[in-house]
């Protein structure tokens, strides 16, 4: 059974602080990995794919990917109320199967 | 372009009734998936379609029927709706975008049944 772990929260940072979202999978075998922010009410909206490790910059948000730890991340740098959201992680095997879900990290950032 | 669309946006039933929930992409994926989505359960897949007639069973398929009418359209059939399946379904498709599959969401179905 291919598992994502995140940690349910709710993780509560200060406007301005960065905060720092985990996940980790249990195939080792995955070849690509995807951060999805869902507003409560609303569906899951993409923000940010990675596929190599290291670290992927886009605006304030930065993934990092350790396969050999089996491990992702998500940073957000100056942390918004806006931000607050419930943070997804998805990973994807070989080819063309189905994204694996976590259960999300719910995220309140505090004006 | 609209991305995922999915009707109805809400929906009451009683037990026993049956319903269509319809998706669409104007995408031009191959692949589209539905799932429901429960306090505390995450996302769950029901059911998913790799390319136009073709359909696998996802993790939680038990009630469920699904018809890929063609590769825009995805339905998800209730044929007798239970109080279990009360919940929030949502359509995706996913497509290669920067040499990956990536996969969008449609804007969900918020079903109770009485």
């Known amino acids: 059974q291919k598992e994502v772990e995140q940690n349910s929260g709710p993780l509560s940072v200060p406007e301005g602080a960065i905060a720092s979202l985990n996940c980790t999978y249990s195939?080792?075998?995955?070849?690509?990995f995807f951060w999805y922010r869902q507003y409560s009410g609303k569906s899951p909206e993409l923000i940010m794919s990675i596929y190599s490790n290291g670290d992927k910059e886009d605006g304030r948000f930065t993934a990092q990917l350790n396969k050999a730890s089996q491990y992702v991340s998500l940073l957000i740098r100056d942390s918004q109320p806006s931000d607050s959201a419930t943070y997804l992680c998805a990973v994807r095997g070989w080819g063309n199967t189905p994204l694996v879900f976590g259960k999300g990290t719910r995220l309140s950032v505090i004006a | 372009n609209a991305g995922v669309t999915q009707t109805p946006k809400f929906q009451v039933l009683k037990t026993g009734q049956s319903m269509t929930l319809q998706c669409a992409q104007d995408?031009?994926?191959?692949?589209m998936y539905w799932y429901r989505q429960d306090p505390g359960m995450g996302l769950r897949l029901i059911y998913y379609?790799?390319?136009?007639?073709?359909?696998d069973k996802g993790e939680v398929p038990n009630g469920y029927n699904v018809s890929r009418l063609n590769k825009r359209e995805f339905s998800l059939r209730l044929e007798s709706a239970a109080p279990s399946q009360t919940s929030v379904y949502f359509c995706?498709?996913?497509?290669?975008?920067?040499?990956?599959?990536?996969?969008?969401f449609g804007p969900g179905t918020r079903l109770l049944v009485l």
């Open positions: 995408m031009n994926h191959n692949s």
């Open positions: 195939d080792r075998g995955s070849q690509s």
């Open positions: 379609s790799a390319s136009e007639g073709t359909t």
């Open positions: 995706a498709s996913s497509g290669l975008s920067g040499g990956a599959e990536t996969q969008y």
